[in-house]
């Protein structure tokens, strides 16, 4: 079955330090990956995404992920946390190839403190 | 350019009516898709429409439908309501189905007491 996992509820890092937000995926055939991030009662932002090529992809607001076959792993990171990157972040999966829906992990909450 | 618009952004309904939601896409965009997310199942993906078409769907009740018109826009429409489905109800459009980053709306809070 076509999963993606979320291993951390929370993670917390002080402002400046860098941050690493864990995802690990479950598919056949090649993986689309996506990582969004959601802010308090909003809906959902873009951040970045990994279709093919190059394994570490840079997205939105400094962000960047790194792609790992082996490990079957899609993990967020940023060099310098920021107060204001608080908020909770979502990993997903397009199950069943490019045409099937997007499977979303848990969410991981980052806090960020001062 | 407009965004996503999800309308209403709440709505409080008693168990056993029914609700439609709204959704109307950013211009030019063919997908458009719904989540249901709460704090235990986290986003459980509902239907996904292409040019009027589902593509996919959720394991969701048949309570749950949806639709999509020749403009793009999108409802979702759940009949005789349960305490269960207080949630909050994302729509998502992307050009199309596949490789795209997903925009979502602000989503709608549905309350059923």
């Known amino acids: 079955a076509q999963s993606v996992a979320q291993p951390e509820d929370q993670v917390n890092v002080a402002e400046g330090n860098p941050l690493t937000v864990k995802c690990t995926y479950s598919?056949?055939?090649?993986?689309?990956l996506f990582w969004y991030v959601q802010y308090p009662n909003r809906g959902l932002q873009f951040l970045l995404k990994y279709i093919t090529g190059d394994n570490l992809v840079k997205g939105s607001y400094g962000f960047e992920a790194e792609f790992n076959k082996s490990q079957t792993s899609f993990h967020l990171k940023k060099p310098s946390a920021l107060v204001s990157d608080s908020a909770l972040y979502f990993c997903?999966?397009?199950?069943?190839?490019?045409?099937?829906?997007?499977?979303f992990g848990k969410g991981t909450k980052l806090s960020v403190k001062p | 350019k407009a965004g996503v618009t999800q309308t209403p952004r709440y709505l409080i309904k008693t168990r056993g009516q029914q609700v439609t939601l709204s959704c109307s896409p950013i211009s030019g965009h063919r997908s458009v898709s719904w989540y249901q997310q709460t704090p235990g199942q986290g986003l459980q993906f509902l239907f996904e429409?292409?040019?009027?078409?589902?593509?996919n769907k959720g394991n969701f009740p048949g309570r749950f439908s949806g639709r999509q018109f020749s403009n793009s826009r999108s409802e979702m429409n759940v009949s005789t309501l349960e305490l269960g489905d207080s949630a909050l109800y994302l729509c998502?459009?992307?050009?199309?189905?596949?490789?795209?980053?997903?925009?979502f709306g602000s989503g709608t809070r549905l309350t059923v007491v």
């Open positions: 598919v056949s055939g090649n993986p689309y």
């Open positions: 429409y292409f040019s009027e078409t589902q593509r």
């Open positions: 997903a999966v397009r199950a069943g190839g490019s045409q099937g829906n997007l499977i």
């Open positions: 998502a459009s992307s050009l199309e189905v596949g490789v795209y980053g997903y925009t």
